[in-house]
């Protein structure tokens, strides 16, 4: 086959062509994402459970859910949150099961429970799947909250008439409610209660269907039709009829009225109150054309707004993909202009050029391989295509420098292309082999940054893959075209002396060091070992730090308010409006700053009842966010601006928890996850602030705080024992209550897109002290009316906001921030681990420790590497023990991957930068790549010592000749690779300390093996 395509041109040149059309055709299908998609693994299942508190939530709901789904296959990890009115389970799906069939037995174990309390709500069983949001669009203007709502619905359906818009959800607003509120006076004035008046609302206002009535003249459907559908029809409703004929209407009684039920969930945009239109992609839609479609769509809205109306696009995330869009392109044409540079030093323009084409060819196969198995163009896949550009040279540059040198011995071109081609096909073969038993498993890695990471070497394997084909079949073709057009031995006079000087530093630097490391062998062996251990230790020394995921930097910044519940919005209000005066003198100072008179803060959104790291709701809580410039066109550090807005807002008392951080991505988790569980809350708390307080003591963790406490403030009513006396039941009196505070009726008003439920209460004035409910009226069974306070007790306590079960143990979780200039998370949950928990277990019997952080996601992600590296390490050798028919010989070609972990560490060290699971990932890759130089070199010295030399002499006389590819290889990757080491946008610094791992490592590698190698060899020699 060699040989029919390098005699054939025009079926190598049809191959790269065809190659070329389908990666084009493939290239506007590809979908532009910020991470790649992984499928879901959790299923939520919600339960509403009204006016219930958190431990009746429990009790009710989260014990029967649990039991309910304890036995469902695969099941790995189940947690319930009680909180106050809801509780929320996660089912947690074990990695490799079916989440279809998952969903289905979740769902059918939930579906069968039949112990709810007739107040529970039908429970809503979901996937949890990734929203993938792509922008916001912020509405303000002057109108009122339900007018700005109603507007905004109708934007809404405009957008969603675009088929490229496929999800817009409203945010800012609560659902709508119905009030009708009646003062405790007005019921006792005409002796009704508050369930008298729920009855008849109930009672009167129906809409139910009749039948169908048969008729001579046709079929006829008969319903009943007498809802009010507004206050005003409300308000005719009857409530009390005298015998005489006198009434007394519901609007007579009460204030009947729609609002929002609650208040506190508004957004306020740049000062204004504002709808906030969140719009997320489907899974097979492309970022980017959603964004224009915005864009088009936006244009319309504002020809056709009122005056006075001004939308503005916030939380773009677009522009962040554009921007590795841009890193993809100039630094793949800067790495390609490098590796023809440096190929062009060793060889003719167009010798070079073909060699070169390779890459592009490469790259277009291997998008072509991606848009058919669904792969989009994201941070990972992105990842893999530059790293591509640096390493794909290397099998090209071995069958082109072979042909080379069959050309120089005076063979034809066509013949030295094909002999050439096939003298090195074994060892390419068996150095691609050997890469992807390294790459190969890396496609399996496990745990939540595995399923993300794991897309890089996917994507290299396939562009390897595609690159090989390149390589045999189409290059040798071209390559002997070229050396019949061109003059092979024309060379400029620049290239004649750098080759002069090339070779010069091998006959005077390089064999000299050869020479003189194969006369002591063991000792240059024991010597590269030292320096590898030694560089090992840089971790114990504390010298290289390890985080997860490197720290990006954000261009949002955000402030999370959360007070005591029970703290009314208004104060809310004022911690906020505190928080922001400070947020504004950061703008002032930092937009000082920037070039251009430009302001640091581009938008400001507050959003109350929002705050992610509660896991509550309600008026006590608040998040203010702000857009920034984005990095690559400010000045100033996230880490700085944080720092000087939590120093100009000051300590506020009253606030529980305030957090200022940038807006958390990835999926390296927590810098501080650690959960505490066991069955006492108060012992769980003692243990929680305990730790707390070691942490806040420890310089460089921020924002320490605990998921346990206290709640809002409870009067618990209970029956007296002479309640009978009087006919009253438990029952009636929990009815009375939950109507006068609660107040939910069975009657649901549908009016366009809204859907009202109607609400019967007390009137807030009669219902905001402990005396209102002792004067609460109930009717006796002789339907007179007596007071609350003469059948039962009201007692004030005070549970927990929320509680937290982790497969059936009550949980209390400490979270934490870390600056990672100052600490770093690892060596704090070291700490722990060996210091603080040990004791504290023995302190709290009952109580143990589990961590839910970085440092789990490592562990399992980290131990799914390493086991996949064993597997490709032991490949390795089985392949090369096949090829050698030695069961030592392999080790000398193998020697090159723990000399890769000297530029490792040193490199990283050069540059600044923390060792990551990247970082990990670029090891291991590197791992199946600088094996291959050693494959052939010691194949070479194999055949000198066939020929007759003594193992000594024929590594020696090995290296010599395997200098030259050996370089031009490591040079090419290397300078393939520069580009994006010495990329400076924030989006390049998840892959740096990857590239920086492939750099430095395959440099350390390279000059190692051609001194170990002969020197392995040697000591082979010796023992024989």
Same mark, same amino acid.
């Given at each position: 086959?060699?040989?029919?395509?390098?005699?054939?041109?025009?079926?190598?040149?049809?191959?790269? &062509?065809? %190659?070329?059309? *389908?990666?084009?055709?493939?290239?506007?299908?590809?979908?532009?994402?910020?991470?790649?998609?992984?499928?879901?693994?959790?299923?939520?299942?919600?339960?509403? @459970?009204?006016?219930? !508190?958190?431990?009746?939530?429990?009790?009710?709901?989260?014990?029967?859910?649990?039991?309910?789904?304890?036995?469902?296959?695969?099941?790995?990890?189940?947690?319930?949150?009680?909180?106050?009115?809801?509780?929320?389970?996660?089912? +947690?799906?074990?990695?490799? +099961?079916?989440?279809?069939?998952?969903?289905?037995?979740?769902?059918?174990?939930?579906?069968?429970?039949?112990?709810?309390?007739?107040?529970? +709500?039908?429970?809503?069983?979901?996937?949890?799947? =990734?929203?993938?949001?792509?922008?916001?669009?912020?509405?303000?203007?002057?109108?009122?909250?339900?007018?700005?709502?109603? @507007?905004?619905?109708?934007?809404?359906?405009?957008?969603? =008439?675009?088929? *490229?818009?496929?999800?817009?959800?409203?945010?800012?607003?609560?659902?709508?409610?119905? &009030?009708?509120?009646?003062?405790?006076?007005?019921?006792?004035?005409?002796?009704?209660?508050?369930?008298?008046?729920?009855?008849?609302?109930?009672?009167?206002?129906?809409?139910?269907?009749?039948?169908?009535?048969?008729?001579?003249?046709?079929?006829?459907?008969?319903?009943?039709?007498?809802?009010?559908?507004?206050?005003?029809?409300?308000?005719?409703?009857?409530?009390?009829?005298?015998?005489?004929?006198?009434?007394?209407?519901?609007?007579? %009684?009460?204030?009947? @009225?729609?609002?929002?039920?609650?208040?506190?969930? #508004?957004? %306020?945009?740049?000062?204004?109150?504002?709808?906030?239109?969140?719009?997320?992609?489907?899974?097979?839609?492309?970022?980017?054309?959603?964004?224009?479609?915005?864009?088009?769509?936006?244009?319309?809205?504002?020809?056709?707004?009122?005056?006075?109306?001004?939308?503005?696009?916030?939380?773009?995330?677009?522009?962040?993909?554009?921007?590795?869009?841009?890193?993809?392109?100039?630094?793949?044409?800067?790495?390609?202009?490098?590796?023809?540079?440096?190929?062009?030093?060793?060889?003719?323009?167009?010798?070079?050029?073909?060699?070169?084409?390779?890459?592009?060819?490469?790259?277009?196969?291997?998008?072509?391989?991606?848009?058919?198995?669904?792969?989009?163009?994201?941070?990972?896949?992105?990842?893999?295509?530059?790293?591509?550009?640096?390493?794909?040279?290397?099998?090209?540059?071995?069958?082109?420098?072979?042909?080379?040198?069959?050309?120089?011995?005076?063979? #034809?071109?066509?013949?030295?292309?094909?002999?050439?081609?096939?003298?090195?096909?074994?060892?390419?073969?068996?150095? &691609?082999?050997?890469?992807?038993?390294?790459?190969?498993?890396?496609?399996?890695?496990?745990?939540?940054?595995?399923?993300?990471?794991?897309?890089?070497?996917?994507?290299?394997?396939?562009?390897?893959?595609?690159?090989?084909?390149?390589?045999?079949?189409?290059?040798?073709?071209?390559?002997?075209?070229?050396?019949?057009?061109?003059?092979?031995?024309?060379?400029?006079?620049?290239?004649?002396?750098?080759?002069?000087?090339?070779?010069?530093?091998?006959?005077?630097?390089?064999?000299?060091?050869?020479?003189?490391? !194969?006369?002591?062998?063991?000792?240059?062996?024991?010597?590269?070992?030292?320096?590898?251990?030694?560089?090992?230790?840089?971790?114990?020394?504390?010298?290289?730090?390890?985080?997860?995921?490197? !720290?990006?930097?954000?261009?949002?910044?955000?402030?999370?308010?959360?007070?005591?519940?029970?703290?009314?919005?208004?104060?809310?209000?004022?911690?906020?409006?505190?928080?922001?005066?400070?947020?504004?003198?950061?703008?002032?100072?930092?937009?000082? *700053?920037?070039?251009?008179?430009?302001?640091?803060?581009?938008?400001?959104?507050?959003? &109350?009842?929002?705050?992610?790291?509660?896991?509550?709701?309600?008026?006590?809580?608040?998040?203010?966010?702000?857009?920034?410039?984005?990095?690559?066109?400010?000045?100033?550090?996230?880490?700085?601006?944080?720092?000087?807005?939590?120093?100009?807002?000051?300590?506020?008392?009253?606030?529980?928890?305030? #957090?200022?951080?940038?807006?958390?991505?990835?999926?390296?988790?927590?810098?501080?996850?650690?959960?505490?569980?066991?069955?006492?809350?108060? =012992?769980?708390?003692?243990?929680?602030?305990?730790?707390?307080?070691?942490?806040?003591?420890?310089?460089?963790?921020?924002?320490?705080?605990?998921? *346990?406490?206290?709640?809002?403030?409870?009067?618990?009513?209970?029956?007296?024992?002479?309640?009978?006396?009087?006919?009253?039941?438990?029952?009636?009196?929990?009815?009375?209550?939950?109507?006068?505070?609660?107040?939910?009726?069975? /009657?649901?008003?549908?009016?366009?897109?809204?859907?009202?439920?109607?609400?019967?209460?007390?009137?807030?004035?009669?219902?905001?002290?402990?005396?209102?409910?002792?004067?609460?009226?109930?009717?006796?069974?002789?339907?007179?009316?007596?007071?609350?306070?003469?059948?039962?007790?009201?007692?004030?306590?005070?549970?927990?906001?929320?509680?937290?079960? /982790?497969?059936?143990?009550?949980?209390?979780?400490?979270?934490?921030?870390?600056?990672?200039?100052?600490?770093?998370?690892? +060596?704090?949950?070291?700490?722990?681990?060996?210091?603080?928990?040990?004791?504290?277990?023995?302190?709290?019997?009952?109580?143990?420790?589990?961590?839910?952080?970085?440092?789990?996601?490592?562990?399992?992600?980290?131990?799914?590497?390493?086991?996949?590296?064993?597997?490709?390490?032991?490949?390795?050798?089985?392949?090369?023990?096949?090829?050698?028919?030695?069961?030592?010989?392999?080790?000398?070609?193998?020697?090159?991957?723990?000399?890769?972990?000297?530029?490792?560490?040193?490199?990283?060290?050069?540059?600044?930068?923390?060792?990551?699971?990247?970082?990990?990932?670029?090891?291991?890759?590197?791992?199946?790549?600088?094996?291959?130089?050693?494959?052939?070199?010691? !194949?070479?010295?194999?055949?000198?010592?066939?020929?007759?030399?003594?193992?000594?002499?024929?590594?020696?006389?090995?290296?010599?000749?395997?200098?030259?590819?050996?370089?031009?290889?490591?040079?090419?990757?290397?300078?393939?690779?520069?580009?994006?080491?010495?990329?400076?946008?924030?989006?390049?610094?998840?892959?740096?300390?990857?590239?920086?791992?492939?750099?430095?490592?395959?440099?350390?590698?390279?000059?190692?093996?051609?001194?170990?190698?002969?020197?392995?060899?040697?000591?082979?020699?010796?023992?024989?």
């Amino acid at each position: 086959m060699i040989r029919f395509f390098a005699s054939h041109t025009t079926a190598a040149n049809v191959l790269m &062509f065809a %190659i070329i059309i *389908l990666g084009i055709s493939a290239l506007p299908k590809l979908q532009r994402d910020t991470f790649p998609y992984v499928p879901p693994t959790e299923v939520e299942v919600r339960v509403i @459970y009204p006016g219930a !508190t958190p431990d009746e939530v429990e009790d009710v709901i989260c014990l029967r859910v649990e039991d309910a789904l304890d036995s469902i296959t695969g099941l790995v990890e189940i947690s319930c949150d009680a909180r106050e009115n809801i509780a929320i389970t996660i089912a +947690e799906m074990r990695e490799g +099961e079916d989440i279809e069939e998952f969903y289905n037995d979740v769902k059918s174990a939930v579906e069968a429970i039949k112990r709810f309390p007739d107040k529970v +709500e039908k429970p809503t069983v979901v996937k949890l799947e =990734r929203v993938a949001s792509v922008a916001s669009i912020a509405i303000t203007g002057d109108m009122s909250p339900r007018e700005l709502k109603a @507007y905004a619905e109708g934007v809404k359906e405009r957008l969603k =008439r675009d088929p *490229l818009i496929a999800q817009v959800r409203i945010k800012g607003f609560s659902e709508q409610d119905m &009030f009708i509120e009646i003062s405790a006076g007005a019921l006792e004035q005409h002796g009704i209660s508050i369930s008298d008046v729920r009855n008849v609302v109930e009672r009167q206002s129906l809409d139910i269907p009749a039948g169908v009535m048969e008729t001579t003249g046709g079929d006829l459907i008969v319903r009943f039709n007498e809802q009010r559908k507004t206050p005003n029809e409300l308000g005719e409703l009857i409530v009390v009829s005298g015998s005489l004929g006198g009434q007394i209407k519901l609007g007579d %009684i009460a204030d009947i @009225y729609t609002d929002f039920d609650a208040p506190e969930d #508004k957004i %306020i945009f740049n000062g204004d109150r504002a709808a906030l239109l969140e719009i997320s992609k489907t899974t097979d839609q492309d970022s980017l054309r959603v964004m224009a479609a915005i864009e088009e769509n936006l244009l319309r809205e504002k020809q056709i707004a009122p005056h006075g109306v001004n939308f503005e696009i916030s939380s773009d995330v677009t522009g962040s993909i554009r921007e590795r869009l841009r890193i993809l392109v100039v630094n793949g044409l800067q790495g390609l202009g490098l590796v023809f540079l440096t190929m062009w030093l060793f060889f003719s323009f167009r010798f070079s050029f073909w060699v070169t084409m390779g890459l592009p060819v490469s790259f277009l196969g291997t998008i072509y391989a991606m848009n058919f198995l669904g792969y989009s163009l994201n941070m990972m896949t992105l990842v893999g295509l530059l790293v591509a550009i640096g390493i794909l040279m290397d099998d090209a540059i071995v069958i082109s420098e072979n042909i080379a040198a069959h050309l120089a011995k005076g063979k #034809k071109a066509l013949d030295a292309a094909i002999d050439g081609t096939r003298h090195v096909l074994p060892g390419v073969v068996s150095s &691609f082999l050997t890469t992807v038993m390294i790459i190969g498993p890396l496609a399996f890695l496990s745990g939540k940054m595995g399923m993300v990471l794991k897309f890089l070497p996917a994507v290299l394997l396939i562009t390897l893959i595609v690159s090989l084909v390149e390589a045999f079949l189409i290059l040798p073709s071209h390559l002997a075209h070229a050396m019949t057009k061109a003059d092979v031995g024309k060379r400029s006079r620049f290239q004649i002396g750098f080759e002069n000087r090339f070779e010069m530093v091998r006959e005077r630097i390089f064999m000299p060091l050869v020479v003189r490391v !194969t006369k002591a062998p063991g000792r240059s062996i024991g010597i590269m070992l030292f320096v590898m251990l030694f560089s090992i230790a840089a971790f114990p020394a504390g010298i290289l730090k390890f985080q997860a995921f490197p !720290t990006l930097e954000s261009d949002v910044i955000e402030a999370r308010v959360l007070l005591p519940q029970g703290t009314p919005l208004s104060r809310t209000e004022e911690v906020v409006a505190h928080v922001n005066t400070a947020l504004k003198q950061l703008d002032e100072e930092f937009s000082a *700053l920037q070039d251009d008179d430009k302001r640091m803060i581009i938008n400001t959104t507050i959003s &109350f009842n929002t705050n992610i790291d509660a896991y509550e709701s309600g008026a006590h809580v608040a998040t203010i966010s702000a857009d920034l410039l984005p990095a690559e066109a400010r000045q100033g550090t996230i880490d700085d601006m944080l720092a000087r807005w939590r120093e100009l807002t000051g300590d506020l008392p009253d606030v529980i928890a305030l #957090k200022f951080t940038d807006k958390e991505r990835g999926v390296a988790g927590k810098a501080i996850d650690l959960r505490i569980q066991g069955d006492d809350l108060a =012992r769980l708390k003692m243990v929680s602030q305990e730790l707390q307080n070691f942490l806040m003591s420890l310089e460089g963790v921020d924002d320490v705080s605990d998921d *346990l406490r206290l709640g809002k403030r409870e009067l618990r009513v209970r029956l007296k024992s002479t309640a009978g006396v009087f006919g009253v039941t438990a029952q009636a009196v929990a009815n009375e209550l939950r109507a006068a505070i609660y107040g939910n009726t069975s /009657v649901e008003i549908i009016s366009g897109p809204e859907t009202y439920d109607v609400i019967v209460r007390l009137a807030e004035g009669d219902r905001s002290n402990i005396e209102d409910l002792q004067y609460l009226k109930l009717r006796g069974p002789d339907n007179t009316l007596i007071p609350l306070s003469s059948v039962a007790i009201i007692e004030e306590d005070r549970g927990y906001a929320r509680i937290h079960r /982790v497969n059936g143990e009550r949980t209390v979780t400490i979270q934490a921030s870390v600056d990672t200039k100052i600490a770093n998370s690892q +060596e704090i949950m070291g700490m722990l681990y060996k210091q603080i928990l040990p004791p504290l277990a023995e302190k709290y019997s009952g109580v143990h420790f589990v961590s839910e952080g970085q440092d789990k996601e490592t562990a399992k992600t980290g131990a799914s590497l390493l086991s996949n590296l064993l597997i490709g390490i032991i490949g390795i050798y089985l392949i090369l023990v096949f090829q050698f028919k030695s069961y030592l010989q392999p080790v000398a070609v193998m020697l090159a991957i723990p000399m890769g972990i000297i530029g490792v560490v040193w490199g990283h060290v050069l540059m600044g930068l923390d060792l990551t699971m990247p970082s990990m990932v670029g090891f291991a890759t590197l791992a199946g790549i600088v094996v291959n130089n050693n494959i052939l070199l010691v !194949t070479f010295i194999k055949s000198g010592m066939k020929n007759g030399m003594t193992a000594v002499e024929a590594g020696r006389q090995a290296a010599r000749d395997r200098y030259r590819p050996i370089m031009l290889t490591s040079l090419t990757t290397l300078a393939g690779l520069l580009p994006l080491l010495t990329e400076t946008s924030t989006q390049a610094q998840l892959m740096i300390p990857l590239v920086a791992s492939l750099a430095f490592g395959l440099l350390t590698a390279t000059i190692a093996s051609l001194l170990l190698v002969p020197s392995f060899f040697a000591i082979i020699n010796k023992a024989d």
